[in-house]
């Protein structure tokens, strides 16, 4: 995954602006880190009245309840990040789809 250095004040619904991108969640401890698609996070957080579209990435990461699996402690952020066999001919096909 190749983040995007955005702030930890963007909203989860800037996802919009960068087409193919992924949620990273990562330990600030040990690095470990896991994807996750943004729709459903912003889907799970509507339906338990705790934010949505608005709700910043540190916010989020803030929810976060449960320990790293590597070095089990909570030290979590979230950031934007693109796979790594995301050309920019698939972000121009990604765009396009979600415009229309």
Not at 3 to 15: E, I, M, N
Not at 54 to 76: G, I, S, Y
Request: aromatic share 10%; charged share 30%; proline share 7%.
């Amino acid at each position: 995954m190749r983040p995007l250095h955005t702030g930890a004040d963007t909203p989860l619904g800037a996802f919009q602006r960068y087409p193919g991108c992924r949620v990273l969640l990562s330990c600030a401890a040990c690095a470990w880190s896991k994807s996750y698609r943004p729709e459903p996070m912003i889907e799970r957080l509507r339906k338990l009245r705790a934010g949505g579209y608005e709700t910043t990435l540190a916010d989020a990461a803030r929810r976060v309840a449960w320990n790293c699996p590597r070095c089990q402690r909570m030290r979590w952020r979230f950031e934007f990040a693109l796979p790594e066999g995301l050309d920019e001919r698939e972000m121009r096909r990604l765009a396009n789809q979600y415009r229309n």
